[in-house]
C-alpha cells in the first residue's frame, strides 16, 4: 500500500479489526444478539498523511477509530501505532501508549469539562500522562494557544464563555498538547457553522504542515473530506468498500456505493445539473445485526446479481493505491438505475 | 392553477418581529421584505442565529410570544393579513394551507402514537374523513412519500423507523392537506447525502405534482443550487441579498454571500494534489443585542469595509430588478 511513505512505517496500521456488541433482543429469554459494528477492516497511514473515512450514518467509522484507540475493546485484529502493537499492551506502556493517540471529537460543548478554565483542560493531558516538569507544562499551554489562534488572557477563562469555533480550537490544542503521532478527528466541523468550519479547516491543515501531524479523518461531508484528505477509505455497514487515493477515489470511483454517495452531493456549481446521471439508491443500509450473507450493499444496489448475495466480495487492489471490495466493481450502472426526470 | 387574487401568493411586508432580551428590545426580524409566487421554490441561507427559523415561525404564526411579538409590516396570504388573524384562523390555516417541515422529525412526532394514527389524525381533525377513510387516506400518503410496505408500516411506532423513514413521514403528513405552501427547516441537515437525495427528489415530485410551494431553510448552497429557483440571504435578521440561484451563485453582490460560497469546501469534478486554504470569514454572527442597529452589521467581519458601512445602514439596491444586494460596495465580477 502507498500508505508506507520513503520516511518509513506507517503511524497506524489496522488488520482484519473486528468490534461486535451485545444487542439485547426484543422478548425476556431471547439471548443476546451480535451488532457487527466493525467487520475485518484493514488500513494504514503514512506519517504527516491525512485518511478519510466516510459512510453512512452506523456505518462503523467511529469504533474503527475507539477500537484502533484501545478506547473500546476489539474482539480480533492487530493494532500497530509507529511499530508497537497496541492491543497487546498492559499496565504503564498502555498508560505511555495513549499519549500517542489523541482525538478531536464533534461537540466541542460536550466534549470539554466545563467546570476547568481553558488552560486546564489543554494541560490535563499532561498532568494525566506526566509529560514534561509542571513549569514546562505551563510554558506548553502557553504555546499552544498561540498556535491555535487563541489570546493569551482567554487561558483563564471557563469553555461556556468561548464561542463554538473558539471551544473547537480548545479542543484542537488539548488534542495536540500530548505531541501526540496520531490525532483522530471525529467529524471536528460538523456541528459548527460553515464559515467556522473554514477556520477550523485551515488551522488542521496548517498545524499539519508545520508539526508533520498524522490524521484519521472522520466524516460525513464528502466536501470535507476532498479538501482534506490524501487517502479515502468508505466505509458501508461494518466494512471498508473502497479505498483509494484522493484523486482517484473523486475521479474514478469503482464500487456502485461510492458512486451513488458522490453522485448524491447537491452541486453549488449552478451550470452543473448534477441531478442529470444521478446513480440514485433506494432504501436503508441493511441493519448491523446479524447482517446479511454476501455483499452488505446488496439490497440496494442497482446492479446486483445473484453471486453477491452468497459470497462476501474481497477487498482487492485494482491499481496500487485503489482497493474496492465489488464483483463487478467499475462495471457500468443501468441508465434505469439512473435518475431519468 | 388559477388563483383568485394577482400578485404573489405569500408576501411580507416589512416584516419586523421584535424580541424582548435584558438588554431592551430588538428585531430578530428587521423589515423583511419577501415574495413567494404560487408553486414556486426559494430558498432561506444564512448562518445560524441569522433569523431564518424565526422568518418560518413567524410565517406559521408560531412566534414564542414572550418574548416575541409583530412590531410592524404585514405577512399577506391570499390578500389576508396572518400578523391580525385569530389563533383560531392561524390554526386552521397550518393544518390546510401552509405546513412545515423541522430538521429533527423524531421530536415532531409522537412517540406513543403509530405513524398511521398520527397522520389520520391531522386528516380527520382538518380535512372532515370517518375514522376509516383517513386511515385508508394515511396509507396512501405513506405509499406516495416511497415508504415500502406501507399497509404494514402504517402500524409502527416513530422508533422502529431510520431517520430517513420518520423525516419522509414527516413529509407526508405535512402534504395531508394539500398545502399551498411547504416550509422545510433544514429538513436533511440529519440525514446521509443518499437518503438526503431521495427526500429532495420526493420534495421535487411531489411539487410537481400538487403545485405546493416550496420554502426550504439551509446552509448548504449545494442544496440551494438544486432545489430552489430564488434565494434570500439573510444575516442579523436582516435579508443582505436575494435574486435567482443562478446569479447568486456566479455572481454574487454581497461580500457575505461571496464568504458563505467560498468558505464551504465544495466537492469538485476536478481533483488537485493540494488544495488551496479555504476563504475564511472571520469572526462570528453579532449576538442579537447588536441586531437593529443602524449601520451594516457585517462590518466586523467584511474585507470591503469602510467609514460609511459603520454609520449607515446599506439598503437593497437591485440591478435589474431581480438581484439585490444591501451592500455600500456590492462585488462585481464572478464569484
Ligand atoms: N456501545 C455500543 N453498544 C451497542 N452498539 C453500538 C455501540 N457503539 C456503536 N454501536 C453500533 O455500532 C455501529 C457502528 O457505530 P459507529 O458509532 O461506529 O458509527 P459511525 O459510522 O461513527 O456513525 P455516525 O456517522 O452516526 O457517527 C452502529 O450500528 C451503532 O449503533
Ligand atoms: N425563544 C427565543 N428566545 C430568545 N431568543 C431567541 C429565541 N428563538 C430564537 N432566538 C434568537 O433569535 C435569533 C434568530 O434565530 P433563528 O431564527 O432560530 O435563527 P436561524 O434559524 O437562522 O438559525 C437568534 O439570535 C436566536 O438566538
Ligand atoms: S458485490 Fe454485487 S451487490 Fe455488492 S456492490 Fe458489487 S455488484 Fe453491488
Ligand atoms: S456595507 Fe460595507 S461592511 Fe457591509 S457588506 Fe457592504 S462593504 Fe461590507
Ligand atoms: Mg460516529
Ligand atoms: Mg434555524
Request: overall charge neutral; glycine content about 8%.
Amino acid at each position: 500500500m502507498s500508505a508506507v511513505s520513503a520516511s518509513g512505517r506507517p503511524v497506524l496500521k489496522v488488520r482484519d479489526l473486528e468490534v461486535r456488541f451485545s444487542v439485547k433482543r426484543e422478548g425476556l429469554f431471547a439471548k443476546p444478539s451480535q451488532l457487527y459494528a466493525v467487520d475485518g477492516v484493514s488500513f494504514e497511514i503514512a506519517p504527516g498523511r491525512t485518511l478519510g473515512l466516510v459512510g453512512e450514518s452506523g456505518s462503523g467509522k467511529s469504533t474503527t477509530a475507539l477500537a484502533a484507540a484501545r478506547l473500546i475493546p476489539a474482539r480480533r485484529g492487530h493494532v500497530e501505532i509507529d511499530g508497537v502493537d497496541v492491543l497487546s499492551l498492559e499496565g504503564e506502556a498502555l498508560r505511555q501508549q495513549r499519549r500517542n493517540v489523541q482525538f478531536i471529537f464533534q461537540d466541542p460543548y460536550s466534549s470539554l469539562n466545563p467546570r476547568l478554565r481553558a488552560r486546564d483542560v489543554v494541560r490535563e493531558p499532561l498532568d494525566r500522562l506526566g509529560i514534561d516538569s509542571p513549569a514546562e507544562r505551563a510554558s506548553r499551554v502557553a504555546e499552544l494557544f498561540r498556535d491555535v489562534g487563541l489570546r493569551p488572557e482567554q487561558e483563564r477563562l471557563f469553555p461556556h464563555q468561548f464561542s463554538g469555533g473558539q471551544r473547537q480550537r480548545l479542543g484542537v490544542a488539548r488534542a495536540i498538547a500530548s505531541r501526540p503521532k496520531l490525532v483522530i478527528c471525529d467529524e471536528p466541523v460538523s456541528a459548527l457553522d460553515v464559515a467556522v468550519q473554514a477556520q477550523i479547516l485551515n488551522l488542521l491543515r496548517r498545524l499539519q504542515r508545520e508539526h508533520g501531524l498524522t490524521y484519521l479523518f472522520i466524516s460525513h461531508d464528502l466536501g470535507v473530506v476532498q479538501h482534506m484528505c490524501n487517502e479515502v477509505a468508505v466505509m458501508y455497514t461494518g466494512r471498508i468498500v473502497e479505498q483509494a487515493s484522493r484523486v482517484r477515489l473523486f475521479t474514478r470511483p469503482l464500487h456502485p456505493y461510492t458512486r451513488a454517495l458522490l453522485s448524491s452531493v447537491p452541486s453549488a456549481d449552478p451550470t452543473l445539473d448534477s441531478r442529470a446521471g444521478r446513480i440514485l439508491i433506494t432504501g436503508d443500509p441493511p441493519s448491523p445485526i446479524d447482517p446479511p450473507q454476501g455483499c452488505r450493499f446488496a439490497s440496494r444496489c442497482p446492479i446486483a446479481i445473484e453471486r453477491c448475495r452468497s459470497e462476501t466480495p474481497p477487498l482487492v487492489a485494482h491499481e496500487p493505491d485503489h482497493r474496492v471490495a465489488c464483483h463487478r466493481a467499475g462495471e457500468p450502472i443501468g441508465a434505469d438505475a439512473t435518475r431519468t426526470h | 392553477m388559477s388563483e383568485p387574487h394577482s400578485g404573489p401568493l405569500l408576501s411580507l411586508r416589512d416584516l419586523t418581529v421584535e424580541f424582548a432580551t435584558r438588554d431592551g428590545t430588538v428585531p430578530v426580524l428587521d423589515r423583511l421584505s419577501i415574495d413567494l409566487d404560487a408553486g414556486a421554490t426559494l430558498g432561506l441561507v444564512g448562518e445560524s442565529g441569522c433569523g431564518k427559523s424565526m422568518t418560518a415561525l413567524a410565517i406559521m404564526g408560531l412566534v414564542p410570544s414572550p418574548p416575541g411579538r409583530f412590531a410592524g409590516g404585514s405577512i399577506l396570504f391570499a390578500d389576508e393579513d396572518l400578523t391580525r388573524a385569530s389563533d383560531a384562523h392561524l390554526r386552521d390555516i397550518r393544518g390546510n394551507s401552509i405546513s412545515m417541515i423541522f430538521q429533527e422529525p423524531m421530536t415532531s412526532l409522537n412517540p406513543v402514537y403509530t405513524i398511521g394514527e398520527q397522520i389520520a389524525e391531522v386528516l380527520r381533525r382538518h380535512q372532515d374523513l370517518g375514522r376509516r377513510a383517513a386511515w385508508e387516506r394515511a396509507v396512501e400518503l405513506l405509499d406516495s412519500v416511497s415508504i415500502p410496505l406501507p399497509g404494514r408500516r402504517a402500524h409502527d411506532y416513530p422508533h422502529q423507523l431510520s431517520g430517513g423513514m420518520r423525516q419522509r413521514v414527516m413529509i407526508a403528513i405535512a402534504l395531508a392537506c394539500r398545502p399551498r405552501i411547504l416550509i422545510a427547516d433544514e429538513p436533511t441537515t440529519a440525514l446521509d447525502v443518499t437518503v438526503q437525495a431521495q427526500i429532495f427528489d420526493l420534495l421535487q415530485a411531489l411539487r410537481e405534482e400538487t403545485g405546493t410551494a416550496i420554502i426550504l431553510i439551509t446552509h448548504d448552497m449545494g442544496v440551494v443550487a438544486e432545489m430552489t429557483e430564488r434565494v434570500v440571504v439573510m444575516y442579523a435578521g436582516r435579508m443582505v441579498e436575494e435574486g435567482p440561484v443562478r446569479d447568486i451563485l456566479s455572481e454574487p453582490h454581497h461580500p457575505y454571500t461571496r464568504g458563505l460560497i467560498a468558505s464551504v469546501p465544495h466537492l469538485h469534478a476536478e481533483v488537485s494534489d493540494e488544495p488551496e486554504d479555504l476563504l475564511e470569514i472571520p469572526g462570528i454572527v453579532p449576538s442579537l443585542a447588536e441586531f437593529g442597529q443602524e449601520r451594516c452589521l457585517f462590518a466586523p467581519r467584511c474585507p470591503r469595509v469602510s467609514d460609511r458601512c459603520r454609520s449607515e445602514q446599506p439598503l437593497l439596491r437591485g440591478s435589474g430588478g431581480w438581484h439585490k444586494a444591501a451592500c455600500w460596495h456590492p462585488e462585481a465580477g464572478p464569484a
